[in-house]
Structures are given as structure tokens and as C-alpha cells.
């Protein structure tokens, strides 16, 4: 649970650690204090100290680091006793959380649980110390599940050119135009008869009540109606009928989504198709530690990002997220308390969440650092994947170079202060998840924002009175040293202390206005 900022003009949080090894369970805090749980009273051992923990996020990019701490604690038993009676130190684990004097033991903020690591100890009365590892990717799962497989033993009938492959999952409506072919449909009963054929189009229920199909050979079979049955090992599958006539044994199949989606979006009408939904998808589907409701909460920001491809091969859910899609997004994953959850690089802030002062509210703690961030000013996106020829079709480019602009090439402000200042550095971006032209210019507009310039960052120290405000937050700051006049910043990291808090500071990178005061 957060802190509100009321909540934080007493006495700083106090930490609380419980640590629960061979089955019994030992608690301490940064002081000794009786907490409430419900109308139950809990002591805590005020042994605790040496806390250390961050959190943090990695800004434009779609890796992340999971969260850590390590403490020192003082056991009032024998511990080095209990190790030598069976009791195992490295097979512990251990929850660490913040909480307000006064409030219930529910109220209090978890930061970490996870297991106990490089644990350290001594004789009675020495301190134990040791780091909390998060657990947040215990399972991994990959998708389609792994029966979800065009085989003999489900469709006794199937075409043998279909055999192997995975049932196909379908993000948002891909082909949704006509002359395009969005996704496989795969032969997998009647191929041996001269009866009509089912053709299925995806692993699952669909959105679309209606799909056409297209051939090898550029045959277009309209408004085929979807139906939905069980294979032999009973999942659900969608499927089209191909008649006899339409069937040709030497020709592959694919399916035209003009008349709906596909996947149907569990968090809202229609089919799966928005970045934010997507998102939280595929965090639900990876088997990770997910805070939902964080997620959920930022859906909405980059639901206008919509989607359209299809999952054809099994893959791990997490590593298709951060290979395919985020790199796509203005979001970044970061692992908090609660779990993994996204958060939106508000690029296009214009007001801050708290407004800091240096040497008033915060204190400098180290120097402004340029870091090594790729510039990028000319920044090309290939996109529109055609099924039949396994190839993207389309492609836009925006670039700060003086050229002649059209719907292909096309210039921003912010390319252009780019240019101007570093010449041209060019990217490439792909994606076969990418079908719309509002979206590709959406991608390629917050890229170049977020590539224009050079990166700055920089630390403050703070007191827990702001501990409210957390990672991802935009906040402003005036530092007469550093001629920052109401700056805007992303805080990056939190790293706690015992009595005070670290903030990693990243300067929102606004080119054209920098250049304009030059």
C-alpha cells in the first residue's frame, strides 16, 4: 500500500522485517514497537538496522533489474545453535515493509518479500545479516500452451502440411484492410475426403464474428463465419470451413480479419488490441509477480498504441513483451513492491507531481552526469506484416535532415533541434505486431523525443517525509547552483536508507525549448 502525503508529516516510517526460518517466524523493526493486526497486538524486536533497498526503473528500455535489499538484524535465540539442530539460514525467507507508527499492520508498505541470500552469522548476540532476493520470476510460462499443436492425435484428419504448428494466437485484427494476409488457417480436418474442410484461424474464442480467406494464390473467400469447438485433447479452437471446391492440397491458408479482432480482451469490449491491455496480458500470461493494479492503471495511456499480429510459435510470455512490444511503447517494466508493473514515460508533462527545492527540501548529492544513451534523429520504422509473403510491407521514416516530406519521410521539432545540434544518427525499428498508420506515427513520434538529446541525471538526498512519492513520478526541481529553474525530472531510482532517501534524478529532455534559449 502507498503513502499519501499527510501520512508523512509525523515521525519517518519505521521499517519492519519478518523473517521466517525452518517454519518459525522471527520479527524486527528500526525500533521495537507493537503493532496492530486487527485487534491482535505483534511485537517486534527493534534489532533492525543497516537497510538497504532501491527501486528502480530503466528509462526507454524494456529491461529491468528485480529489487534487492539487505539488512542486519540481531536475534534474541541462538541461531548458529538452531543452524546445527536443522534449521537452514540460506532456505529462509523474509518480507520487508514500511509502516507508520499508529496505523494497522495490513497498512503497512511491503517492499520486498523474497528469499534470504549470502546470509552471514556469528555466536549469540553477534548480528546476522543477509539480502532479500525477489521472487517475483519463480515460474516462466510460454505461449500457445504446449498441447495448443496441430497434431494426429487431436485432428486425425488434418492436412500433413499443417502438422507441428502451433494454434495461432490473434492480437487485435491483423490485415484488417483488404489486400493483406494476417494469419495462418491451417487445414486440420476433412483434408483426406472430399467434404468440406475446417480450417482453423486461432487457439482460442475471437472477437470477430466473421473472416475472410485468402490463398496462395490470391483467391479471396469473403465473410467466412467463425465456429468454435474442441480438439481431441479438448482446448478450444476457432475455425472457418473451406469447401472441398476451395481446397487445393498444394496451397497455404490464411486468414483476413476485416470484420473483428481476434483474441478477445478480457479487460474491456472487443478484442485485445490497445498497448496497455496488451500489456497486461501478457504480464498475466508470463506467470510473473504482477501488481495488476498498477498495471491496470496505466492501461488507458497507451491503449491509443493498437496492436495487430498474431503468435505463431511458442514463446516465453515475458521475453515477447520485451522484445516485441515494449520497445514499441513510451513504458518501461519495473519490479516494485507488489510485482512487475509498467510505467509511462510522460514525455509530454507539463506538470509536476512535487515541486523540490535544493538545499530547502532536497540536497544535492553528486554531480550532473551525461550518460551513455544512444541519440537517435533519423529513425525508420518497418511495419505491416504480410502472412502470404512472410514480409513487413510498409515503412515510414521521421528525420531532422533537410528532404522533401511526405507520407513516407517527415520531420518533428525535435528531430530537427537534433539534427541541427549532432547531425544524423540513424535507427531502424521492425515489427510485425504493427499494422496502422496512426500507430506507426505514435511509435515514431515519442522515439524521437525520447532519442533527440544526450540523457542527464542527477542524485538528491531527501527526507522519508517524501516518501510518497515514488518511481516514474515527474517531479520539478529548482537548484539556483545548477541553474535549474523549475526543471522537470523523472525520478528513476529510490534507494531508502534508514533515515533518509536517495533520489536518481533523470532530466526530461525537451530539445527545441533548449535550443530556442540558446
Not at 523493526?29 to 532501491?54: H, K, M, Q, W
Not at 513504458?331 to 523540490?356: H, N
Not at 527540501?361 to 550518460?371: K, M, N, Q
Not at 531527501?462 to 529553474?485: C, I, K, M, Q, R
Amino acid at each position: 500500500m502507498a503513502f499519501v502525503e499527510s501520512q508523512l508529516r509525523g515521525e519517518p516510517p519505521i521499517w519492519l522485517l519478518e523473517v521466517t526460518i525452518g517454519g518459525h517466524p522471527y520479527r524486527f523493526a528500526s525500533r521495537a514497537v507493537t503493532v496492530i493486526d486487527g485487534a491482535t497486538p505483534i511485537e517486534f524486536l527493534g534489532t533492525l538496522s543497516n537497510v538497504d533497498y532501491g527501486s528502480a526503473f530503466t528509462f526507454a528500455s524494456a529491461d529491468f533489474d528485480l529489487p534487492a535489499a539487505s539488512v542486519e538484524v540481531t536475534f534474541k535465540d541462538d541461531i548458529a545453535r538452531r543452524i546445527e539442530q536443522g534449521a537452514d539460514l540460506a532456505a529462509a525467507t523474509a518480507t520487508l515493509a514500511l509502516w507508520i507508527a499508529g496505523t494497522q499492520y495490513a497498512d503497512r508498505r511491503v517492499v520486498i518479500s523474497g528469499a534470504v541470500s549470502i546470509p552471514s552469522y556469528g555466536a549469540l548476540g553477534e548480528p546476522v545479516s543477509f539480502d532479500i532476493e525477489s521472487d517475483f520470476l519463480k515460474q516462466g510460462r510460454q505461449i500457445p500452451a504446449a498441447d495448443h499443436l496441430c497434431a494426429l492425435s487431436s485432428f486425425p484428419d488434418l492436412d500433413p502440411n499443417t502438422e507441428g504448428r502451433s494454434y495461432p494466437i490473434i492480437i487485435g485484427a491483423p490485415a484488417f484492410t483488404a489486400g493483406g494476409a494476417g494469419s495462418p488457417a491451417y487445414i486440420v480436418d476433412g483434408a483426406s475426403h472430399s467434404g468440406d474442410k475446417r480450417a482453423l484461424i486461432a487457439g482460442h474464442i475471437v472477437a470477430a464474428l466473421t473472416v475472410d480467406i485468402v490463398d496462395s494464390v490470391g483467391n479471396v473467400y469473403a465473410g467466412k463465419a467463425v465456429f468454435s469447438d474442441l480438439d481431441g485433447n479438448g482446448n478450444i479452437y476457432s475455425y472457418v470451413i473451406v469447401t472441398n471446391a476451395q481446397y487445393d492440397a498444394t496451397r497455404s491458408y490464411f486468414a483476413r480479419w476485416i470484420n473483428g479482432g481476434g483474441l478477445v480482451n478480457p479487460y474491456g469490449p472487443g478484442a485485445l488490441t490497445g498497448g496497455g491491455d496488451l500489456v497486461r496480458w501478457l504480464l498475466r500470461e508470463s506467470g510473473a509477480t504482477i501488481s495488476d493494479g498498477k498495471a491496470a492503471a496505466v492501461a488507458s495511456a497507451l491503449n491509443p498504441y493498437i496492436f495487430d499480429g498474431y503468435i505463431g510459435e511458442r514463446v516465453d510470455a515475458l521475453q515477447l513483451l520485451q522484445d516485441e512490444i515494449l520497445p514499441l511503447l513510451p513504458a518501461s517494466l519495473i519490479a516494485g513492491d507488489g510485482g512487475i508493473y509498467p510505467i509511462v514515460w510522460r514525455y509530454d508533462a507539463t506538470e509536476a507531481r512535487a515541486q523540490l527545492t535544493a538545499d530547502l527540501d532536497i540536497y544535492r548529492a553528486g554531480l550532473v552526469e551525461y550518460e551513455q544513451s544512444k541519440i537517435e534523429n533519423e529513425i525508420t520504422l518497418t511495419y505491416k506484416y504480410n502472412c502470404r509473403y512472410d514480409e513487413l510491407r510498409r515503412r515510414t521514416t521521421v528525420t531532422g535532415a533537410p528532404a522533401k516530406t511526405s507520407d513516407l519521410l517527415w520531420r518533428n521539432q525535435y528531430t530537427s533541434a537534433s539534427y541541427t545540434r549532432y547531425g544524423t544518427r540513424a535507427a531502424n525499428y521492425e515489427s510485425g505486431f504493427i499494422e496502422r498508420n496512426a500507430t506507426a506515427g505514435r511509435v515514431l513520434n515519442w522515439l524521437s523525443r525520447a532519442k533527440a538529446g544526450a540523457l542527464r541525471s542527477i542524485v538528491y538526498q531527501a527526507p522519508t517525509a517524501y516518501a510518497w512519492l515514488d518511481v516514474g513520478d515527474v517531479v520539478s526541481v529548482s537548484d539556483h547552483e545548477l541553474a535549474f529553474d523549475n526543471k522537470l525530472m523523472i525520478i528513476r531510482r529510490i534507494d531508502w536508507g534508514e533515515i533518509d532517501l536517495s533520489f536518481d534524478l533523470l532530466v526530461i529532455p525537451d530539445l527545441p525549448r533548449e535550443s530556442m534559449i540558446l
